[in-house]
């Protein structure tokens, strides 16, 4: 499916003809997907991708230059990126590569992330802080960075129709064993959209997450067996390309007012809105308990409450 979409002919009548759109970590996986989903749907991206390897280190070569180079042979306009959306600096200067090339900035897709997988006990605190900066600090500092930009927009009177696709996982809304990182960085950037998408509206931006499923460079190798491509001629279900339509249509102006402040998970041709937290069985005894009280009560609500999902992996 990656072929198909890289060689999909640009329109000028896409559902995001005009737009321009900046995708972080678009240099393989499911950021390459969506920034040739969006240029395949009219849109000039502003393809970000740092050039390292799953566990962060530099790699030879970037390949934000192949996806443009990919989306050019098809007719569509993109500039790459190469600067580190976890700094101040590079957060800005992302934002400021599409006004740059394209004379505004319309949408922000944060997907960049790695993974360096350990148990508990054995994580060290550098691949701790190491994970944590590039999921939630490299989703915040490119939001803040375009956030301040559309506010500015907005109060000189051209109130954008922005929009930003923040991506957290299955590892963040139910844990994932072995990813005590990545999963509460992935639920860190739920409790991001939910943030930015209640303080943002009134410039014009809705914010959203999904948590997708996909065969990448992450999961791959992780989960193997789920992972794996079909015969030829089958669906493949895990292939990235799969999770873009999403992608763009939240991205695009389509996605009219009161789509924000929501979490999807994609995966296939299934698409799942998330509730999220919500109250369960509750007991207010209107006074104090004691422990011994609290306890009882405790397993009487859990007694009554749904058991949780299954523990994912990461996606």
Known sequence: MTDSVAT???????????????????????????ALAFAAEGAKVVVNDLGVGLDGAPAPDSPAALVVEE????????????????TSEGAAS????????FGRLDTLVNNAGFLRDRMLVNLAEDDWDAVMRVHLKGHFLPLQAAAAYWRAEAKAGRTPVARVVNTSSGAGLLGSVGQGNYSAAKAGILGLTLVAAAEMGRYGVQVNAI?????????EATFA?????PEDGAFDAMAPENVSPLVVWLGSGAAGDGVTGRVFEVEAGRITVMEGWRPGPTVDKAERWTPAGAGDAARDLLARAETPGAVYGAS
């Open 8 to 34: 999909d002919a640009v329109g000028s009548g896409g559902l995001c003809a005009g737009r321009v759109v900046a995708v972080t970590g678009a240099g393989r996986g499911l950021g390459r997907a969506h």
């Open 71 to 86: 989306i050019r042979a098809a007719g569509g306009e993109a500039v790459a990126h190469g600067g580190d959306i976890a």
């Open 94 to 101: 992302l934002v400021a590569a599409a006004v740059d090339a």
């Open 211 to 219: 948590a997708p499923a996909a065969r990448t460079r992450m999961t």
């Open 225 to 229: 067996d789920t992972m794996a491509a």
